[in-house]
């Protein structure tokens, strides 16, 4: 990792945690200029992290997108894009107090976890030389950005719930939670999110299978990060399914959105260090990992 990507790297963390503490500052006292400069934090930090990604791919001369230093930080950046345009589209600015400490806490991984050999530019395999690499990465990245701000709009439904069924007293709380949107438009939202979600990891699979028979001959080998790319993928199935067939809405619906993320984070994070498989690529040597 060159100097000036480097920097880019901590001038995006910072960022985006100065804008969580924006959004924090707008939920509990609802001034819009407040919430405008989170806006615009969160806007800066998101074209600084872009410009990290196309460093990376000018020093590497290929897209930033084979090993997992490089996939948390695109993934990170398809988290925030899919924020400002549900904040631009919807103008529910409360959200981003629930999302971007999602992408926040992927970079903070990177910063306190990942080694710095991790991060370093190496030859790919031949396995990675494909176009089909580029596609499939892409959309998982898409993919996991619409998941996770399902994710957030899932956690709000809940807080919210929690909150009415208890009925607290407090008026403090309750004026907090008077500030979010309301349950069914968050319901709805999270569900529009899950469908569009759900669509890209269809096509995360289908160009998966395709690349893995360009580069082991077969399809489908129940690789431990094909397995759990496919349970990610049952799980955000049966929430919509359930939906549509027996009205699950609200709460069961939030729910399977929460376990739904969680099977994402797992599918990259738990499979990819405790699960060992073809999607791991000369970690001794390299000390790197294919993302996906």
């Known amino acids: 990792m060159d100097n000036y990507e480097n920097t880019a790297f901590i001038i995006s963390f910072v960022s985006y945690s100065i804008a969580i503490l924006l959004y924090l500052g707008y939920v509990v006292n609802k001034h819009e200029g407040i919430g405008k400069l989170a806006t615009l934090i969160t806007g800066f930090g998101w074209g600084i992290n872009t410009l990290a990604l196309i460093l990376r791919g000018v020093n590497a001369g290929r897209l930033p997108l084979t090993n997992g230093y490089e996939f948390l930080i695109a993934f990170t950046w398809g988290i925030v894009l899919f924020y400002l345009f549900f904040e631009h589209r919807y103008g529910l600015k409360t959200v981003g107090l629930f999302v971007i400490p999602v992408a926040w806490i992927l970079l903070a991984y990177v910063a306190v976890e990942m080694p710095i050999s991790q991060r370093a530019i190496t030859p790919l395999m031949p396995a990675l030389k494909s176009n089909w690499l580029s596609v499939h990465v ?6 996991y950005g619409a998941f996770a701000l399902s994710f957030g709009l899932a956690v709000m439904y809940l807080i919210k719930e929690r909150c009415k069924k208890r009925k607290t007293n407090s008026m ?7 500030h979010l949107p ?3 438009l968050l319901d709805e939202l999270s569900y529009r999110f899950i469908t569009f979600g759900f669509f890209l990891l269809s096509l995360v699979i289908v160009s998966g299978a395709i690349w893995a028979e360009q580069a082991w001959g077969s399809y489908w080998s129940w690789d431990p990060k094909e397995t759990w790319s496919l349970i990610t993928w049952l799980i955000y199935a049966a929430c919509l399914h359930a939906r549509h067939t027996y009205g699950w809405r609200g709460h069961r619906s939030s729910v399977l959105a929460v376990i739904g993320f969680i099977a994402v984070l797992f599918t990259f994070f738990g499979v990819n260090y405790l699960l ?5 690529y000369a970690i001794a040597l390299f ?4 993302c996906l």
């Open 276 to 280: 060992p498989g073809l999607h791991s």
């Open 172 to 178: 403090k709380i309750t004026s907090l939670i008077g």
């Open 287 to 290: 000390s790197s990992q294919l």
């Open 138 to 143: 892409a959309t998982a990245i898409l993919s």
């Open 182 to 184: 309301g349950m069914e």
